[in-house]
């Protein structure tokens, strides 16, 4: 558990980064710190670990008072993760991973091991482990930052910024992983971001400040889209509120409709009594592959081929959420939206209508078997 | 004129010491010696200096100060130092004119080593200080296993070109009577004799290639292959989705 109180930071020029702080970041937990710029955020985040000192106030690190533990202790028992990575360029992938082992004093063969482990965890090959990180793209340079950060295996972990410098499609894949991580680890994670969305996604508590460094509201992502606490945060949390905070209704199970398909390589049939001429197309594997639009061109009577689809429409999973639901509807060519098994395998479709059905007169959600 | 100054150089006479004229060898053995005391003394000023002042942010007047250094006349200040440094030296000693000729020397080398060394560690990517900083490295720790190996590139080239600059300039000691390559240039240009004069500078270029070849190879060993960018493997970067197997979402394309 992370404990801030009463921190105030005052620059000489008279500038307050952080008026007063009083926050709690629970241990096993993600507390993401969002913000506009100037709001004290990064800040905050690096007075952990002493980075920077504050004017006045106490930050306890479980019972210990940070501002009694010698800077360079403190911190190597503390992972930290930031925007560009930083890292090492002088030295190779797995000695940058074993950097605080090395610190600590682990031998070379113990931390080294200790830091093959680790690119495994994150998701590089190990045949990364004697390149150098200009031979690396961002986004694995953040996967060794973050399994630098774990090295040590730190309870704590504070990422300033960890996924911004990096491509959207990147940071999605980069942002999954993390919770996945996390599922595993349960580290106590501070976590700064100025991107409302990665806060919501990725935060247990969500800490929004404003400007001058004065917390705004502290709650749980659904929480800070249906109950915003004044127009600033209400205002940060942005347009489509209503609509992102339905990623934390869960639909249960979801009533769909038999959908019509046919096999990808088979023939197109050659009529059909479906009025709007729209066929789900799957594979051998039963798996969704795209709409096939009947009486287009050429198509009739022909196999079914991979450049006939139509694709576009996303998928909802059985048990997902009903913003995925409502956005498989929408996005769909045919307006009905697919939804398929955990496995990937083909449940039915639904429709926009029936969907906004659901979240207007949500059905009584039967209670997960434990 | 090519084939007297071959000529002048191929005069096995020139080779040997006689009573009145020392020959190449020694020469050259004088004209290192005084260039490796300069570079040496240097060093150890400028490194540790300028690593302090990129480390630090302080004293930064300290390498614009250095870089003015290079404005002196080095022939005047010579023989201004030999004016009031060597009358108090006597009987059978040069360091009277060996202490002017080094400090003048060391003059030369001291700002390319100095603002180098300097210019290499405030160029060092500043997430990879915060990081170094952030992980727990102490000061010190940051300097040595971060910010020296990184700036190593810059170091060396400020090495070198003061490498080459008191090479050069090592001839004035001559100037004031002392040894070294300076003296086939100097004594060719008294005696006219300008087949020895420009043999003179001759070996004076080849010494400061050779130098120079040296500690390019030094270079080459010293330097992480990171930051140098020679990599053994001649892969270009790949892309990320190629090493992360792709998770889908809640949602993904159909």
């Known amino acids: ?63 210990r008072d940070t501002g009694r533990i010698p800077a360079a202790e403190l911190r190597r028992g503390i992972g930290y993760v930031i925007q560009h990575a930083g890292l090492f360029p002088h030295r190779t992938i797995i000695d940058n991973v074993a950097t605080v082992p090395y610190l600590l004093g682990w031998d070379k063969k113990k931390a080294r091991t200790r830091a093959a482990e680790l690119l495994e965890q994150v998701g590089l090959p190990a045949h990364f482990a004697k390149r150098y990180p200009a031979q690396l793209s961002g986004g694995q340079q953040q996967r060794v930052g973050v399994a630098r950060a774990l090295a040590a295996d730190p ?144 198509a009739d009577g022909e196999v079914v081929t991979d450049a006939m689809l139509h694709r576009g429409g996303t998928l909802a999973h059985q048990g997902g959420s009903l913003r995925a639901a409502l956005d498989a509807a929408l996005s769909s060519p045919s307006g009905r939206g697919v939804v398929v098994e955990e496995d990937g395998r083909l449940a039915g479709s639904l429709t926009a209508s029936e969907v906004l059905a659901l979240i207007e007169n949500p059905l009584p959600q039967p209670e997960p078997q434990p | 004129m ?25 020469q050259l053995q004088t004209h290192i010696t005084f260039t490796l005391i300069a570079l040496a003394i240097a060093l150890a000023l400028a490194l540790p200096l300028g690593l302090f002042i990129g480390h630090t942010g302080r004293l930064t007047f300290l390498v ?76 010190t720790q940051v300097l040595r296993k971060v910010e020296l190996p990184c700036s190593l590139p810059l170091i060396f080239s400020g090495f070198r070109s003061a490498t080459l600059q008191v090479i050069a300039t090592a001839t004035v000691a001559s100037y004031v009577t002392l040894g070294g390559l300076g003296a086939f240039i100097y004594d060719g240009l008294q005696q006219q004799d300008f087949p020895q004069m420009i043999g003179g500078g001759v070996l004076v270029a080849l010494l400061a290639l050779l130098a120079d070849l040296l500690l390019a190879t030094i270079q080459r060993y010293a330097v992480s292959r990171g930051i140098s960018g020679r990599f053994s493997t001649k892969s270009v970067i790949p892309a990320d989705a190629a090493t992360a197997q792709v998770r889908t979402a809640e949602a993904s394309t159909v």
């Open chain 1, 1 to 63: 558990m992370i404990r801030f109180e009463s921190i105030t930071k005052t620059y000489p020029d008279g500038t307050v980064a952080v008026d007063s702080l009083d926050l709690e970041a629970p241990s096993g937990q993600i507390t993401v710190l969002v913000g506009p710029s100037g709001c004290g955020k990064t800040t905050s985040l690096r007075m952990i670990n002493r980075m920077i000192e504050p004017t006045s106030g106490r930050i306890w690190l479980d019972d």
């Open chain 1, 155 to 298: 309870p704590v972990m504070l990422m300033d910024e960890p996924f911004s410098a990096v491509d959207p499609v990147v940071r999605d894949q980069l942002q999954d992983e993390f919770l996945r991580l996390q599922s595993e680890l349960g580290k106590t994670i501070v976590f700064v971001t100025h991107d409302i969305d990665e806060a919501i996604k990725l935060g247990d508590q969500v800490a929004v400040l404003r400007v001058g460094g004065r917390l705004a509201q502290l709650a749980t992502p659904a929480e800070l889209l249906n109950r915003p606490v004044d127009a600033f945060v209400a205002g940060f949390v942005g347009r489509d509120r209503g609509y992102r905070a339905l990623a934390f209704s869960t639909a249960g199970r979801l009533s769909t409709r038999e959908e019509p398909t046919v096999r990808l390589g088979a023939p197109v049939p050659a009529g059909t009594d479906d009025a709007d001429g729209w066929l789900l197309v799957v594979n051998d594997a039963d798996e969704p592959q795209g709409w096939l639009k009947l009486g287009e061109s050429g």
């Open chain 2, 2 to 26: 090519i084939g007297d100054v071959l000529t002048w150089l191929n005069d096995p006479a020139h080779w040997r010491d006689t009573r009145v004229d020392k020959g190449i060898p020694t």
């Open chain 2, 64 to 139: 614009t100060a250095a870089n003015a250094l290079r404005a002196l006349p080095t022939v005047g200040v010579l023989v201004l130092l030999t004016v009031i440094i060597s009358p108090h030296f006597h009987g059978r000693t040069d360091l009277g004119f060996v202490i002017p000729t080094e400090i003048v020397l060391v003059f030369l080398a001291v700002p390319p080593i100095l603002s180098n060394t300097y210019a290499g560690v405030q160029n060092v990517s500043a997430a990879a200080r915060d990081a170094a900083a952030g992980m727990g490295m102490t000061g």
